[in-house]
Each structure stands twice: as C-alpha cells, then as structure tokens.
C-alpha cells in the first residue's frame, strides 16, 4: 500500500531517530490507527515490508497495547476512566451516564451514524481532576452528567458543520 | 488544560515555571532556562554527579534509587553507545503530575535529559511520553525542535564540542511499560514484556548499550538542583530525600490537585491542610499514600512524614506521590476490586504468579463483593497476594499484590461484612453521592 502524504512525512521523519528500524513500530501504528481510524491489513502487510519483521510479529505487539485496535471505532472514541480516583467521584456513574445516552455497549458497538463508540479504560493521569475521560486525545475534566452532555452534543454539533 | 492550584505551604522548584508560558523556548530562556545544562558542561562528568549526590535526589517514578549513584553506575568505557531515556510513561493510577511537567515545562525534561547524558558521556536521549498524552507529545515535538533551532541540541552544543541529539517517542497504552526494561522494550518496538536482570540498564540497556532511565519529574528536578547546587536543594528536603515532590491528591479532597512539598511534609498535614479536608464534611477512612500500588494507612495512621524512608517504616511507600484520600463511606471491598482490575488488566502474563494471581484476585474479590464470599476466602486472597511478591520478573506482581495484602490486612472487618450473602454495606453510590466538591 501506499500511505497518505501524512503518514510518509511522519515515517521518514521518525525512521531516522533509531539506529533500530522498528523501533518506530510503537508510535507509528498509533499514527497510522489516528489516520484509518484502526490498523488496518494494509499497514501491518506494509509495515511488516518495510521494517523487516512478520506480520506476526506486529500483530503480538499491537495485542500488547491498549489503545491499538484493529477493528473500527467510533468518529469520537469516548474514553471514560473507572479507575479508583475516578472511581471515588463516580467514574462508574460517569460511565453508564455516557452509555446510556449514546445507546452503545461499552467496549463494542458504534452509534448508527458511526459518530461514536464508548470505551471503559484505565487510568489516563487526570486523578485530581475526577472524573475524566478522554474523546480521542482530548481530555475533559471535572464531569458531571450534564458535562458530559454537552460535551457530546458539542461534538455532534461539530461533526455536522464539517 | 488540568488545572493548577497553589497552596502556601508549597516549596515550587520543580512547579516554579508553572503557568507562566515556559513551553516558549524564549520564555523558557527568561526563567533561567538552559543555563543549568552550561553549567553542566563546565562541571563535567564527575563534578555533576557530585552535585547529583549531594543533592540526595531520589527517582520520582517511585522506586526512590538515588539518582546521582544510578548515573555513576554506567561504564565511563562502552563499546556501544549510551543512552539517556526519560520515563514519561506516568500510569500509576493516583499520579498526574509528569502531564503538568510536560504542558507547562516541557524544556526542563529536555534539559535534565542533556545534564544526565553529559553525566554519563552519552550523545543520545529519548523522552517517551504515554500514547494517551498526545496534546504533551506535540508539546514536547516543538519544544526539541526549538532547542535544535536554537542550537541548544545536536552537534556542539553550546560551543562545547560535545555532540548530543534529542529524540521524542510515544507509547500506546500500557502501564508496565513504566517499568525500565519493559519501557526499552517498547521503545525498540516490542512487546513491553520485563527484561531479566542482571545485567542491569546501566550496563546493557536500550539496544545493547549502557542507559540511564529516570522519571520526568526527577530528570525536570535536575536543572534546579545544578542551579541551587546539590547541598542547598538536600536542605530543602530531610535527611536522605533531598528536594521537593509533586504530590497528586485525589479522590475525596475538598482541593484536590497537584501541588509541590518538600520532602519530610506531614501526610496528615497534606490532607487537611493542604487538600482541604475531606469533602463534605465526612470523616476519613484510609489514604494510599504513592499511587495505586502502595499499601494504604487507616486513619489513624497518617502522622507520618511524607519521605521515603518514613513511608516505608510505617509498612508502605511514597511510590510515584499519588495520594488518594478515601472518605467512610467508601468500600474498601470494592475499591480493592477496582484495583486488582486494574493491575490483572496490565499484567503482560509473562510471569504465572502475576497473570493468575490478578486474574484470581480478581475472581475472589467480584464474588466477594457481590455477596458470594465465603469465610475462607478472606485467607485465600491474602494466601493468593503473598505468593506474589518478589516472583515476578518486573515489580507489576508486587504493584498488584501490595494494596490487596494491606486492605485484607487492614480493613479485614468490611471483608466479614460482606459474608453470608450480605450486601454491600455501603451500597451503590449514585453519582451525586460520589461527587463531594468539583473544583472548576
């Protein structure tokens, strides 16, 4: 495959800091999954090319690491955390709040419109400002049920005028 | 984007840039940026680990290993290159203070990483910082980029002919990867699986070749403690903790909130003083004083000094500084849970005593809490957490094993409470219930 414009800056940027090619493997299959919205076939057949290394072996790391997946998610990956600082200012509640209203699984499913998946994950490093949860790489703070209602309207809003 | 917060106690050395727009290379350069890693060149290898061990600064990532002897066990001689790395991994469930370190001062990392590597006469660093944190990644992007268009980094720096490259790397979302040898795994684009030591990172390391690895904040401490000199940052602090901490406070504060103490603060001090209280007037119940895989200390026990080694005599530790503050009406039970989740879910199965000890842990404990215990089960979870410790390639076992043995040990009435098909005492807590006081 060929990559995007993008994705061909970002390799020949990184290949360059290692003296170890895979070394880039961690952050570039995140950079690619930012790209195609997971990691697809192709990445891992061209990665496993141009790194020297089985595609076997990429796949065992990309099993490793949490926020690699091979499956599609959501526009707007909504990441609630539950762990215990969270968990303590109602991460849990924060979570079903967003699932409910979204009408998802958590860990499965995308919103019909394909706007939106829900996700319970560990702790993103925001324990004094719980609850938390990341929508893609951004962090929102501070939630209560209503914030997290706007903020998901916010989005909507923001996808429709795009 | 977190918030900060100041409270008079606070000694801001390694906060000191914070909000004030130090991301800015020029700014940076205002507040006496880059004039510590100068002085670095002029001190050379030995004088700046003097300094260092004058300075009685211990790794922040949480172990608490003196980091000027760390810098002077790598090799003077090496075949292989060396390496410098900075842990930026910062997962340790409580702790959030390395993501203010990297939004408001990304520089002092940079430089702290160059201080260390002429310590050790290596000309190449890496800052890994975890894939969740990509808005500090792209902080940090710029900010390499700045100090190689200042000429700060690359070929002779400074004028000084010393040759010295500064490289970022992201991670993907993995909590053991905070572990040295897991984390020069990742970066050599594996699975963050522990290495075997001996040979220890100093001597065999990232590719081969000798490495230091230390925490963001210790490597952001650096700087300051060239620029104050070792003795004067040792005398901020108390015997053997030399220096400041960021401490995170979390959980049922009235201020929740990242704030920076000398060594030595009194823990029941940072509670109530510092964090406010716990919220809504409620009474305290247990603190886990150094993030998620220290054993927690009841209420009564929190007259201790927040050092390493007072934490550690009171049979816990200061860990990665996160303190999560747990009200009377929390469950112990499932708070326990909550943990061991965690740690089964990041636990790589690479060592049995850590893969089937989360996952049993973790049965025992879903049960439990949902009323299916049995009195047995109580020695069983202690039985089970005991033979994890020290059998695991990397300390994750032990991360995992600690806070359950000091729960079962601790809280071992709210354990009996839940027997006989019980509910949970303290039952569900709804979210209005849970959420004492939200600071905006």
Not at chain 1, 34 to 59: H, M, N, Q
Not at chain 2, 125 to 154: H, T
């Amino acid at each position: 495959m060929k990559f995007s414009d993008q994705l061909e800056a970002r390799f020949a940027g990184m290949i360059t800091h290692y003296p170890a090619r895979r070394s880039l493997l961690v952050p570039f299959l995140l950079y690619s999954q930012d790209e195609y919205g997971y990691v697809t076939d192709e990445v891992i057949a061209e990665l496993s090319r141009r790194l020297e290394i089985t595609e076997l072996d990429i796949r065992n790391v990309i099993s490793y690491y949490s926020m690699l997946r091979t499956k599609p998610a959501g526009r707007f990956n909504v990441q609630v955390c539950t762990n215990i600082c969270c968990l303590l200012r109602g991460g849990e509640e924060m979570l079903a709040h967003a699932r409910e209203k979204l009408g998802v699984q958590v860990n499965k499913g995308i919103t019909p419109d394909g706007m939106f998946s829900v996700e319970e994950v560990e702790c993103i490093g925001a324990c004094s400002w719980a609850p938390a949860m990341q929508v893609n790489y951004t962090f929102h703070e501070n939630l209560t049920p209503e914030k997290i209602d706007k903020i998901l309207d916010d989005y909507r809003s923001e996808a429709a005028h795009k | 984007m977190a918030t900060l917060v100041n409270h008079p106690d606070e000694v801001k050395i390694v906060s000191r840039r914070f909000g004030q727009g130090a991301a800015n290379i020029d700014r940076y350069l205002e507040l006496d940026g880059y004039k510590a890693v100068q002085k670095a060149l002029e001190l050379g290898p030995d004088g700046i680990i003097a300094e260092m061990k004058a300075s009685n600064l211990r790794g922040r990532g949480g172990a608490g290993f003196p980091t000027g002897l760390k810098w002077s066990f790598v090799p003077k001689e090496s075949a292989k290159p060396k390496y410098v790395l900075c842990n930026g991994d910062e997962s340790e469930p409580g702790t959030c203070k390395d993501r203010l370190i990297f939004e408001h001062d990304p520089h002092s990392v940079i430089e702290g990483a160059m201080i260390a590597a002429i310590a050790v006469g290596s000309h190449a660093a890496y800052i890994y910082i975890r894939g969740e944190y990509r808005y500090l990644l792209e902080i940090m992007q710029k900010a390499i980029a700045d100090a190689y268009a200042k000429g700060f980094a690359g070929k002779n720096i400074f004028g000084s002919g010393y040759d010295l490259e500064v490289y970022w790397h992201g991670g993907a979302g993995a909590y053991e990867v905070g572990e040295e040898s897991a984390l020069m795994e990742s970066l050599e684009g594996k699975r963050g699986v522990p290495r075997i030591r001996p040979p220890f990172p100093a001597v065999v390391g990232l590719w081969g070749g000798p490495t230091v690895i230390n925490n963001a904040e210790t490597l952001a401490s650096v700087p300051h403690v060239l620029l104050m000199g070792g003795k004067a940052y040792a005398e901020v602090g108390v015997e053997r903790n030399g220096g400041t901490r960021l401490f995170s406070l979390s959980g049922h504060l009235a201020r929740p909130g990242v704030y920076e103490l000398p060594l030595g603060y009194s823990l029941r001090k940072a509670i109530y003083e510092v964090g406010g209280g716990v919220a809504n007037g409620r009474q305290l119940k247990a603190v886990v004083p150094g993030g998620s895989s220290t054993p927690c200390l009841k209420a009564d026990e929190i007259d201790i000094a927040l050092d390493f080694d007072s934490t550690m005599k009171a049979g816990t530790m200061l860990g990665s500084g996160g303190i999560v503050v747990l009200d009377d009406q929390t469950c112990i039970v499932k708070f326990a849970l909550r943990t061991i989740q965690f740690y089964r879910h990041e636990s790589c199965g690479w060592c049995i005593p850590c893969r089937e000890g989360t996952d049993w842990l973790q049965k025992s404990l879903k049960r439990f809490h949902a009323g299916g215990g049995v009195a047995k089960d109580i020695d069983n979870i202690r039985y089970l957490a005991e033979n994890m410790l020290g059998r695991t390639f990397c300390p994750l076992g032990d991360a995992a094993a600690m806070p359950i043995l000091g729960f079962v040990k601790k809280f071992r009435e709210e354990f009996e409470a839940h027997l006989d098909g019980r509910p949970c005492p303290f039952g569900q807590h709804d979210a209005p219930h849970a959420l004492p006081v939200l600071s905006h």
